[in-house]
């Protein structure tokens, strides 16, 4: 079965540090990928999202996100992390004939101020 | 995105009875899916809600257990049935379109089952 892999689970980082979170998934043909982002108390928020073209996607509150085909990577990065990026990411998949997601296990973010 | 809602926000349930979550979309929406979040763990799709016809479940669900029901375009129940301790969970309602592969999640309903 196709599956999603994000390596890292629990992430402490002071504030202006740079981020990078991994996820790489298992399918080798055509894929749609998310980031969502789950902060405390709220639901899940779409962060940003890749279907096609460039594979260097920028999503809201400055995340962006690569597409590495050959490394079946969709890495998340931010070059500034603030405290308010306190949250859960997910990494999520779509696969060709397939609409519903497959999820990464999350990575909890801390933020220190 | 739409705006979706969902009842009850939380419940505590006994062992044994059942519980119907309800999922309202605030516009016609072509696909509605339902997921599990166990805690600590990542979503597990359920089930995708097909209108006008039976839901399509994934391996480990049965609809005997998790009946699903989507009468129109804009809502989906999912119920809950003889529940466990291990029912436990935050259920959460998605919806997306035909022309577009993301989906944008409902507020989730939390679970508890002593």
């Known amino acids: 079965a196709q599956s999603v892999s994000q390596h890292n689970h629990h992430v402490i980082l002071s504030e202006a540090a740079s981020l990078e979170l991994g996820c790489n998934y298992s399918y080798g043909g055509t894929v749609n990928l998310f980031w969502y982002v789950q902060y405390p108390g709220q639901h899940l928020q779409l962060l940003l999202k890749?279907?096609?073209?460039?594979?260097l996607v920028k999503g809201i509150k400055g995340f962006e996100a690569e597409f590495i085909k050959s490394k079946f990577s969709f890495n998340l990065r931010k070059p500034s992390v603030q405290w308010s990026d306190t949250a859960e990411y997910f990494c999520a998949v779509t696969y060709t004939g397939r609409r519903a997601l497959t999820f990464g296990s999350g990575t909890r973010l801390q933020v220190q101020p | 995105s739409a705006v979706i809602s969902q009842k009850p926000s939380r419940d505590i349930c006994q062992r044994g009875t059942s519980l119907t979550i309800q999922c309202q979309v605030d516009s016609q929406v072509t696909m509605m899916f339902w997921y599990r979040q166990q805690p600590g763990q990542s979503l597990t799709l359920i089930a995708t809600?097909?209108?006008?016809?039976?839901?399509?479940?994934e391996s480990g669900f049965v609809i005997d257990k998790f009946p699903i029901s989507r009468p129109n375009l804009t809502f989906s129940t999912l119920t809950v049935s003889n529940m466990s301790p291990e029912d436990s969970s935050i259920y959460l309602c998605?919806?997306?379109?035909?022309?577009?592969?993301?989906?944008?999640f409902g507020p989730g309903t939390r679970l508890t089952v002593t």
């Open positions: 809600a097909n209108q006008g016809s039976e839901a399509t479940y």
């Open positions: 998605s919806v997306g379109t035909l022309e577009s592969y993301e989906q944008y």
């Open positions: 890749y279907f096609s073209g460039d594979p």
